[in-house]
């Protein structure tokens, strides 16, 4: 019987971790992660420049949420072999519940402590290979997308971030840095999609899931960074801040 703690070593559907353990919900877990990054931001920004920008402010949450996903990213890669294991558990356990298992892992109570466990985030990749099984076959477009944007963009996106919040670097450089990185995550973000349709894998998830979980996230790294293009244009040709409020 499960004690409902968190125990990602355990992989048969009849030992799970149960949403009713001690700890936090994974998805408050993320909400938090993801608030205390963008708020470092917008706060500083604040005692810096005074007052607040919804354009920065927006982008302090899209650098904050693309730092913690490539956290996950390198778990993704560190922790292959597991993902695949994992994605075997969480098959069977949606024919053991009928549950959808990416809700009943963002509803699993994990203690603080594992905030940043590799194997709690290695999970959510488990949860979403039942979306899409690229992602527990390192030979794919969708696996290798990944984990290179997981180690390819912290750098660049930190540097991002703080030339937003209290201009580091001249207007001009952090226009050019920015178009290439936005440009790059349109790119590949728009071609994973078309690589998840011409795959064929629209076939086997519902059209809910379809929306949920391919669609929406990745309209988030194709909208925003297109948004981003034009602010790096407005850097680049303005020579200042100003489209960010300073």
């Not at 048969?12 to 909400?31: F, K, M, N, T, Y």
């Not at 490539?70 to 549950?99: H, Q």
């Not at 990185?181 to 728009?190: D, T």
Request: with cysteine; aromatic share 16%.
């Amino acid at each position: 019987m499960s004690t409902g703690a968190y125990d990602p070593a355990r992989t048969d559907p009849d030992q799970s971790e149960q949403p009713g353990g001690r700890g936090v919900p994974v998805a408050l877990h993320i909400v938090l992660l993801i608030a205390l990054l963008a708020l470092a931001g917008i706060g500083i920004r604040y005692h810096v420049h005074g007052g607040f920008n919804v354009i920065h402010c927006l982008f302090s949450l899209f650098f904050s949420t693309n730092l913690l996903i490539c956290y996950w990213e390198m778990c993704l890669f560190f922790r292959r072999d597991y993902v695949a294991a994992r994605s075997a558990y969480w098959r069977g356990r949606r024919k053991e519940t009928g549950r959808t298992p990416a809700v009943e892992f963002l509803t699993t109570r994990v203690p603080l402590s594992r905030m940043l466990s590799p194997a709690v985030w290695a999970d959510a990749w488990a949860t979403y290979s039942m979306v899409d099984p690229s992602y527990r076959d390192r030979e794919t477009f969708g696996f290798n997308a990944d984990i290179g944007n997981g180690f390819v963009t912290p750098v660049p996106t930190l540097v991002l971030y703080a030339a937003y919040t209290v201009d580091l670097i001249p207007a001009v450089v952090a226009g050019i840095l920015g178009a290439m990185l936005f440009w790059q995550w349109v790119y590949v973000s728009s071609l994973y999609w078309v690589s998840f349709f011409v795959a064929g894998r629209q076939a086997h998830v519902s059209r809910g899931e379809l929306y949920r979980y391919v669609v929406a996230p990745n309209a988030i790294w194709v909208f925003v960074p297109a948004f981003g293009l034009y602010v790096s244009v407005r850097l680049i040709l303005d020579g200042n801040y100003g489209v960010l409020g300073y």
